[in-house]
């Protein structure tokens, strides 16, 4: 189900699936699964009793191919996940997954999605949440002779324009499983990994491809919106330490709550 949101910070073109591919790539690789092997998928099930599982926000439309080569058993429809959720839509799933939803939560507030998510699921299904914690996000230098300086100050830079213009927050991330249980899910598995030493340069490349997109939020002076930091300087900057292999790194997380 993907999103319409106007207000969302991203684009949603060829380029943003190409990002998005290789963040599915990443979350696959340090993973291991897609679905968590906790939530039990049966074999086989009867006529009109199948597993339902609605991937919400599952990407821009571009991302996926026509509906004549999706499995019969993919549908995809918009919905805004921050909105009412249709009668059809509710009770009805086995599994909801939430991917990446940084730039979407407002008000440092994932409750809206939640609540929503859990009005989705049938009683004892799981909702899946998977995030990167821009709370944990960090310049690594390759070693301690190398600067990481300007990559640092252009990640707070990119953050600090988020926080400013979008309204972003982040904190709501490292509390995402007291939030579950805030909501009356039990938790089945939460747990944080941090970026492995083969994932820093594709998770740079995605991080930045994402952030290269905020250059069109810069103001008359040639300064990222919301700061005081020149958008030129700073990426050529970081791109100058980037050759010399400093990297970002960001710490993933994964909850899986049950709806009781
Ligand atoms: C960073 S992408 C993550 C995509 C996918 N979940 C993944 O992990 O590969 C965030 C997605 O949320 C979608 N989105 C933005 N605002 C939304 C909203 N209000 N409701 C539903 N989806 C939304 C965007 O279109 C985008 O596809």
């Given at each position: 189900?993907?999103?319409?949101?106007k207000?969302?910070?991203?684009?949603?073109?060829?380029?943003?699936?190409?990002?998005?591919?290789?963040?599915?790539?990443?979350?696959?690789?340090?993973?291991?699964?897609?679905?968590?092997?906790?939530?039990?998928?049966?074999?086989?099930?009867?006529?009109?009793?199948?597993?339902?599982?609605a991937?919400?926000?599952?990407?821009?439309?571009?991302?996926?191919?026509?509906?004549?080569?999706?499995?019969?058993?993919?549908?995809?429809?918009?919905?805004n996940?921050?909105?009412?959720?249709?009668?059809?839509?509710?009770?009805?799933?086995?599994?909801?997954?939430?991917?990446?939803f940084?730039?979407?939560?407002?008000?440092?507030?994932?409750?809206?999605?939640?609540?929503?998510?859990?009005?989705?699921?049938?009683?004892?299904?799981?909702?899946?949440?998977?995030?990167?914690?821009?709370g944990?996000?960090?310049?690594?230098?390759?070693?301690?002779?190398?600067?990481?300086?300007?990559?640092?100050?252009?990640?707070?830079?990119?953050?600090?324009?988020?926080?400013?213009?979008?309204?972003?927050?982040?904190?709501?991330?490292?509390?995402l499983?007291?939030?579950?249980?805030?909501?009356?899910?039990?938790?089945?598995?939460?747990?944080?990994?941090?970026?492995?030493?083969?994932?820093?340069?594709?998770?740079?490349?995605?991080?930045?491809?994402?952030?290269?997109?905020?250059?069109?939020?810069?103001?008359?002076?040639?300064?990222?919106?919301?700061?005081?930091?020149?958008?030129?300087?700073?990426?050529?900057?970081?791109?100058?330490?980037?050759n010399?292999?400093?990297?970002?790194?960001?710490?993933?997380?994964?909850?899986?709550?049950?709806?009781?």
């Amino acid at each position: 189900m993907a999103g319409m949101e106007k207000s969302y910070i991203l684009n949603r073109e060829f380029k943003d699936s190409l990002r998005l591919y290789q963040q599915h790539w990443m979350w696959k690789y340090r993973l291991g699964w897609n679905l968590h092997p906790l939530i039990k998928v049966p074999e086989s099930s009867k006529e009109g009793e199948s597993f339902k599982i609605a991937d919400v926000g599952a990407g821009n439309g571009a991302y996926f191919p026509a509906r004549e080569h999706l499995p019969k058993i993919v549908t995809m429809e918009t919905l805004n996940a921050l909105d009412d959720i249709p009668a059809e839509l509710v009770g009805v799933f086995d599994v909801v997954h939430v991917r990446t939803f940084t730039a979407v939560i407002r008000n440092n507030n994932p409750g809206p999605i939640i609540a929503n998510a859990i009005k989705m699921l049938k009683s004892g299904g799981h909702l899946q949440w998977d995030e990167m914690d821009m709370g944990s996000l960090v310049a690594k230098r390759p070693n301690e002779a190398t600067s990481g300086k300007a990559m640092q100050y252009l990640l707070e830079g990119c953050l600090l324009s988020m926080k400013e213009t979008m309204g972003l927050k982040f904190d709501w991330i490292s509390r995402l499983d007291e939030i579950f249980r805030e909501h009356g899910l039990d938790i089945v598995d939460t747990f944080r990994l941090d970026a492995t030493n083969d994932l820093l340069k594709p998770m740079t490349d995605n991080f930045l491809t994402g952030m290269e997109m905020m250059s069109c939020y810069v103001d008359g002076e040639g300064n990222m919106v919301g700061t005081k930091r020149n958008w030129v300087e700073m990426w050529s900057k970081a791109g100058e330490e980037i050759n010399r292999g400093v990297t970002i790194s960001m710490d993933m997380l994964v909850i899986v709550g049950r709806k009781t």
